[in-house]
């Protein structure tokens, strides 16, 4: 009985040995963190050293280089790269990737020591039986249980594509605010130029008597409203410019220079109807994570109901019993009669039919946005042309031939002030018109999602 329970002894502590991790604490480092992120840079080894493996954004942007003012292209790798909810995405991502990697493995085995005693007899030795208890998984349980996490993780690494792809998408949006922003105080500072311009022929009237102070005085309280007006969009492009900075994950600056402009809209969104639908289906990424969760919860029925069947459980042991050296082997079975995992099979199959509506709910909720953005592009595109082939030749027309009539010597200040106005309520709505059709333009390749290579090569062809 002595070498038996040392035997027993010996066993539990190598498995104890080899099998078991010592807790180690990771405090946090806040101060450090906080010091990188101010310090962080567009120009840092990190990015560089990522950006190579983004072949396709990579070759898009061409050559990096943030010294001749930040493209979106640009922009877009370092958001890639540095946005905070992308890389606590890829963090969380390493969960189910931990999950999947130790998913299917055996059960530990369980050692057990039987102790018996004669109460009643002769003598009162100790009798051992050890024995080791092990599950074979003849079921295939496991097998489906580890495909059942590497499609979680699967579903994970889909979630994440398609936060990035949010991501791009919240940053063009701001780019075009940007944009929008950017050209109003634009058109507003050349307004001024003009105003200023008149405003001294104005006042030297005045000062001749040729018009009334009341009239001069119009053109000075424009100027006032303006210039308040146009501090107010200055304050605006400064907010949106943090705005950029932050889905970029970087620290802000006063002096970082964006080359923001539309132009990179133009070529967004502008696929027929039908195609839209079939880029949809394959490529966007909300529907793709639907997809991913519904092909786990099939994984997980499948795991329940192959649960069903009983693994082997077998113990061999060896004791002592009588004086005498004793090999056992024992051996069980499950017998699935009364409970039959069937609370886990109707729990399985009725999320497999939540995951199967919200895909299909999903793709009605894209179609319907599709359609929603498309009519938004469209309005925004009409309003435009309207304003490009209508509007604006008139306004400068007007504001053409009111100061020619000055230049003659018939100055008509009130003509003058409200040509200028037309002119830059002009400019305003044409901003506004081409904002719209950006932003909806990026709602369609956010709904219908990325192209691939192949897809960028058939809209490139002739």
């Known amino acids: 009985m002595t070498k038996t329970i040392r ?20 405090p946090l480092a806040l101060d450090a963190s906080e ?6 840079t567009i120009d840092a080894p990190t990015l560089a050293q990522y950006s ?37 995405a890829r963090l969380e991502a390493g969960v189910t990737a931990a999950t999947a990697e130790n998913a299917g493995l055996w059960r530990d085995p369980r050692l057990g020591v039987d102790l018996s005693q004669i109460v009643d007899g002769v003598t009162g030795g100790v009798e051992a039986m050890v024995s080791l208890g092990l599950t074979l998984p003849l079921s295939g349980r496991l097998e489906l249980e580890k495909q059942q996490a590497q499609a979680q993780h699967r579903a994970e690494l889909v979630r994440v594509a398609q936060q990035e792809w949010t991501v791009v998408a919240d940053l063009r949006r701001a780019w075009v605010r940007h944009a929008s922003l950017a050209a109003e ?23 001749a008597g040729e018009i009334a102070r009341i009239e001069a005085r119009l053109f000075r ?23 950029i900075e932050s889905l970029m994950g970087m620290p802000p600056r ?3 220079n964006f080359d923001a402009d539309f132009a990179f809209a133009d070529a967004l969104g502008r696929e027929h109807h039908d195609a839209l639908i079939l880029r949809l289906s394959a490529a966007s990424p909300s529907l793709a994570v639907a997809r991913a969760e519904y092909k786990s919860s099939e994984l997980r029925l499948a795991r329940e109901m192959r649960a069903q069947w009983p693994d082997l459980e077998i113990a061999p ?49 894209l179609i319907s946005a599709l359609l929603g953005a498309e009519e938004r592009l469209a309005a925004a595109a009409r309003r435009r042309v309207l304003l490009e082939t209508t509007l604006l030749p008139l306004v400068d027309t007007q504001y053409a031939e009111a100061r ?3 230049r003659l010597g018939e100055v008509n200040t009130l003509v003058l002030l409200e040509s200028l106005k037309q002119q830059l309520e002009a400019k305003q709505q044409l901003i506004a018109a081409r904002r719209d059709e950006s932003l909806a333009a990026i709602d369609i390749e956010e709904i219908a999602g990325p192209q691939t290579s192949m897809q960028k090569k058939e809209d490139a062809a002739p």
């Open 221 to 243: 309280i424009e100027d006032a409203k303006l210039r308040g007006q146009l501090q107010a969009i200055e304050s605006d492009l400064t907010r949106t410019m943090h705005e």
């Open 317 to 365: 042991g060896f004791g002592e019993q009588d004086g005498q050296r004793q090999g056992t082997l024992g051996i069980g079975v499950t017998l699935p009669i009364i409970d039959g995992n069937r609370r886990a099979i109707a729990e399985a199959e009725a999320a497999r039919e939540v995951s199967r509506g919200r895909t299909e709910m999903e793709l009605e909720r």
């Open 35 to 40: 010091r990188a992120f101010l310090v962080r």
């Open 7 to 26: 035997i027993s002894r010996a066993l539990i502590g190598i498995a104890l040995l080899t099998s078991c991790r010592n807790y180690e604490p990771k």
């Open 404 to 406: 020619e009539v000055a």
């Open 185 to 207: 105080a634009q058109a507003a500072g050349d307004f001024l130029v003009r105003v200023a311009q008149v405003t001294a022929i104005v006042d030297r009237m005045e000062s």
């Open 52 to 88: 190579a493996q983004l072949g396709a954004r990579a070759s898009a942007a061409n050559a990096f280089n943030a010294a001749d003012g930040l493209s979106l292209d640009e922009a877009e790798l370092i958001a890639l790269v540095f946005n905070r909810q992308l890389r606590l």
């Open 254 to 256: 006063s002096d970082r």
